[in-house]
Structure formats: C-alpha cells, structure tokens
C-alpha cells in the first residue's frame, strides 16, 4: 500500500522559497506518477505538477511554470516541490499525490502541509 506523508511548509515572507517534501512508501510499480496539488481555503483543488518516479520528464499547466519546481530522490523515496518568489496568493494547503499510471487517477494522498505566505 502507497503511503505519503509531506513536510516542509510552514510560514514565510512574500518573495522567500521553500522545499516541499513527501516521503513516500510502497511505490512497487516503476510506472507510478508522483504530483503536487494544492488547495486554498474556499477554492478548488489545483494542480501543480508531475514527476514519473522512474524515467520520465516533469509536467507543469501552463499556470503553473516558472517558479515551481518538482523533483525526486529514488534513493531516499522522495519527491519534492521547490518553490520560489512566494506570492500571498500561494497561501494553501499543500498535497502530494501518487497515480498507478498516466491513464489511472490519482488515487493515494498525503495529508497535506500548510504553506502560509505573509505580506
């Protein structure tokens, strides 16, 4: 069983960075895909970004190139989000994500960070 469990967030001034990471667990399949989503408060679930966890290229949305970055450490079973030039408007609560495939949805969760962007 797939298990995530991120780390990372907390409280930070408008124009800083921060590394998000989710440790993850039971990933069997080398054709799992690891991603990124957030959730501000009253919105939306939103899409960040993708990383297969073997070979494979990153994925961003269009809204969502530039100043995030989605990486992984095999060796210590670890994707991260680098984030930069934080905006008050990135104030959400972060998640991690894993999905069998590109044709399967995204069916494991963490339980999500706090990332909180003051002025």
């Known amino acids: 069983q797939v298990q995530l469990v991120e780390s990372g967030g907390g409280l930070v001034q408008a124009g800083g960075s921060l590394r998000l990471s989710c440790a993850a667990s039971g990933l069997t399949f080398s054709t799992y895909i690891m991603g990124w989503f957030r959730q501000a408060s009253g919105k939306e679930r939103e899409f960040i970004a993708s990383?297969?966890?073997?070979?494979?290229?990153?994925y961003y949305p269009d809204s969502m190139k530039g100043r995030f970055t989605i990486s992984r450490d095999n060796a210590k079973n670890t994707e991260y989000l680098k984030m930069n030039s934080l905006k008050p408007e990135d104030t959400a609560v972060y998640y991690c994500?894993?999905?069998?495939?590109?044709?399967?949805?995204?069916?494991?969760w963490g339980q999500g960070t706090q990332v909180t962007v003051s002025s």
């Open positions: 994500a894993s999905r069998p495939s590109y044709y399967s949805d995204y069916d494991v």
């Open positions: 990383v297969p966890w073997s070979a494979g290229n990153t």
